[in-house]
């Protein structure tokens, strides 16, 4: 009953008179139906207008069609014969059910071949003696040329042009059911029905300046380019398209922050800073000196600074943070950082608050683990303004916390925190500055589109004498040496990370890896060594302790899982050891490797791994070659591609359905420049020619953190 309302439903909509819908269910495309529409569904297809943009993940230039008698074994062709003879048979070893098609183009005959598809013997029965296009890799069998599930497509009886040869033809992307003849007809038919009533979304200025072709015109040819220089200028049109208003909603989002309520224009002068600084025992580096200036020009400004601040761990970013707060504390104002875990906002607390005494300060940490009455001592002393710094974790943002006057505020690793975690704390002062860390890397084209409303700084410098890395691979094999180096190290007073393989599965799996790795260490290995435990089911509290024991020297071994990948410093422990190192992604390699070089003694990062898959030898080359963060950021997105490089998923960033980050950089530039350039000459997109961008904006990016607040 449903069935037959459905197909009368969709016989009604194709003989309306109505315009077509392209949000109309992609079940009433021309070829569709309702078993397609489920496979579709699978790919994220849902409407007609899902459908055009269900773009090509390669092409295959079939534009020069061979002759069955000049074919070699091993070349992949398109030729054109007659069905001559289709059979089912069985193979006589194994009797698997086989498919075998002969077509003759005049000049010879190919067979082609398909396993336990039986159906297909009854469809080139009617066939023959028609021609059909083959597209494929020849091979010799027993009969001659063979190919080997071959595409192929019947050609129509008026000669016309197929979509499989003679042309550039895309191949899509597929699930199981879905064939790429059929996908390829079911386009061709959406676009000639809804690419006259698709509207398209970009200013017809910026279209005109900027030499791009119009939307209608860059879908067509980005399907069933007529040549490489068509879909060239689609592709360009397209990927310009998805940048510019991923641009757009982020410079709104940019708009809405900092420019829609005033900030704060701080007196910035020699003075704010000039206490610190001489106390300082040793010279910033260029970079910090150069980072400290771009932030200190933006707190002088009357609009919110929004900046983010990239350095490599021990670059020195905790001390560009204390040099920016020296000048909202200058100015009457407080100043707050938010970290991510306990202890590591205890760790900036103990070094801030070092720094701190000696200028005079007064500090208060905030975190959920301290006692009622410690917190509300805490509370009182952020209230009243005796609390020059507040360092906490998210409990700084909670109901009850008020601030005397809070005119800055820091984040530290950024990618911890959700957009409205970050809000909140900004909300507890009048619009304040918004300084961001991380010591995360990450390549500029992806900081664009990631954090494209923060201003970007990067500390690329590291302080002199401090000593690299020294990082080593060694296969599996070498593990019993590598523990024997270790336990030298101990012996001198030193301190050891073992980090355990990566379980993706579960993080219960983690766990009882990491346990059972610490027990066999404990009975095995380090029988007389102070061994500890580190895993992310423990307590805070607990793993407060661990690492707590571990900085005071009680613990000598740490095994522990990832959850060290951002935490304390200690600067006694100078071996990074990693267990199956290929598991673990370059940005986690190398956040691990930074728990180590931290104090005076020679630093060694140990990879334990038999790689082997390419990716995996890659990744291990680039630890072995290079400490620069910035570096392996880039062959970390490389090798991995924008997708799955680290932080975007948590990013609130849409995927990009054809734009590359990595290849079309000039094009995101570009339309960087054109979205924010608009923003400023009109800030509501309230003019005529823009509503419509806004709500396109908000269709777009609905569900994401880019429709909401920085």
Not at 625 to 633: K, L, P, S, V, Y
Request: aromatic share 6%; net charge neutral.
């Amino acid at each position: 009953m449903q069935e037959s309302q459905s197909r009368t439903a969709g016989s009604e909509l194709r003989k309306s008179a109505r315009p077509p819908d392209p949000g109309m269910s992609v079940q009433f495309v021309k070829g569709v139906g309702e078993r397609l529409c489920k496979l579709f569904g699978k790919l994220g297809i849902f409407t007609a207008q899902d459908l055009l943009w269900h773009f090509p993940r390669r092409y295959e230039d079939r534009r020069s069609m061979r002759r069955i008698a000049q074919l070699h074994a091993g070349e992949t062709a398109c030729f054109r014969g007659k069905v001559r003879v289709a059979d089912n048979m069985r193979t006589p070893r194994s009797g698997t059910l086989l498919t075998r098609v002969a077509v003759d183009d005049g000049s010879g005959i190919a067979y082609l071949v398909w396993f336990n598809q039986w159906y297909l013997k009854n469809k080139f029965a009617k066939l023959l003696g028609k021609d059909i296009v083959v597209y494929g890799t020849a091979q010799f069998g027993s009969r001659g040329i063979e190919f080997t599930n071959p595409e192929w497509e019947e050609i129509s009886d008026d000669g016309g042009d197929t979509l499989s040869s003679n042309r550039i033809v895309p191949v899509y992307p597929l699930t199981e059911g879905l064939f790429q003849g059929r996908v390829r007809r079911i386009i061709y038919n959406a676009l000639d029905t809804y690419l006259p009533v698709v509207e398209d979304p970009l200013p017809e200025e910026i279209r005109k300046r900027r030499g791009l072709v119009d939307l209608a015109t860059a879908l067509r040819n980005i399907h069933f380019p007529p040549s490489e220089e068509a879909r060239e200028e689609a592709r360009l049109r397209l990927v310009y398209e998805e940048f510019f208003f991923l641009q757009l909603a982020l410079a709104l989002r940019r708009q809405n922050v900092t420019t829609a309520l005033p900030g704060i224009a701080f007196d910035v002068t020699p003075e704010c800073s000039k206490r610190l600084y001489e106390i300082l025992p040793f010279e910033l580096t260029n970079a910090q000196k150069r980072v400290i200036r771009e932030i200190e020009r933006d707190m002088a400004r009357p609009i919110a600074m929004n900046r983010l601040v990239q350095g490599d761990v021990g670059s020195g970013k905790t001390l560009v943070a204390l040099a920016s707060m020296m000048v909202a504390i200058h100015n009457g104002y407080q100043a707050a950082l938010m970290a991510p875990t306990e202890i590591l906002a205890e760790q900036h607390y103990l070094v801030l608050t070092r720094w701190a005494e000696q200028l005079g300060l007064e500090t208060a940490l905030l975190t959920g683990s301290l006692t009622a009455k410690e917190k509300r001592a805490a509370r009182e002393r952020i209230a009243s303004g005796q609390a020059h710094i507040a360092i906490g974790t998210h409990a700084l943002i909670q109901e009850d916390v008020e601030f005397a006057k809070l005119g800055l505020v820091v984040v530290d690793e950024q990618h911890r925190f959700g957009v409205l975690q970050r809000a909140a704390l900004r909300d507890k002062g009048l619009n304040p500055d918004v300084l961001v860390m991380t010591a995360t890397p990450i390549p500029r084209t992806l900081a664009l589109t990631v954090y494209g409303d923060l201003d970007l700084s990067v500390i690329d410098e590291m302080p002199p004498g401090r000593k690299p890395i020294k990082t080593h691979l060694k296969a599996t094999s070498e593990r019993p040496r590598v523990y024997d180096a270790a336990r030298k190290l101990i012996n001198e007073g030193r301190q050891v990370y073992i980090v355990c393989p990566l379980v993706e599965e579960s993080e219960k799996l983690q766990v009882k890896a990491a346990t059972e790795l610490a027990e066999h260490l404990q009975r095995d290995v380090f029988p007389d060594i102070a061994l500890g435990l580190l895993h992310g089911q423990m307590k805070p509290a607990e793993k407060d302790d661990i690492m707590r024991r571990f900085r005071d020297g009680e613990i000598q071994v740490l095994v522990s899982t990832t959850v060290i990948e951002v935490g304390v410093d200690v600067p006694n422990a100078c071996v990074m050891l990693i267990e199956d190192a290929e598991r673990f992604g370059l940005a986690q390699l190398h956040q691990l490797r930074g728990r180590v070089g931290r104090g005076e003694h020679q630093s060694f990062c140990v990879l334990i791994s038999d790689p082997n898959t390419d990716d995996a030898r890659q990744r291990m080359d680039v630890m072995v070659r290079t400490c620069d963060g910035f570096e392996i950021a880039e062959e970390d997105l490389r090798i991995r591609g924008p997708g799955e490089f680290y932080g975007t998923r948590q990013s609130g960033v849409p995927s990009l359905r054809i734009a590359n980050i990595l290849r079309d950089v000039d094009i995101l530039e570009m339309s960087r420049e054109d979205a924010f350039e608009l923003i400023k000459a009109d800030p509501k997109l309230s003019a005529s020619v823009h509503r419509d961008l806004r709500d396109i904006i908000k269709k777009r990016f609905e569900g994401s953190d880019l429709v909401t607040v920085s």
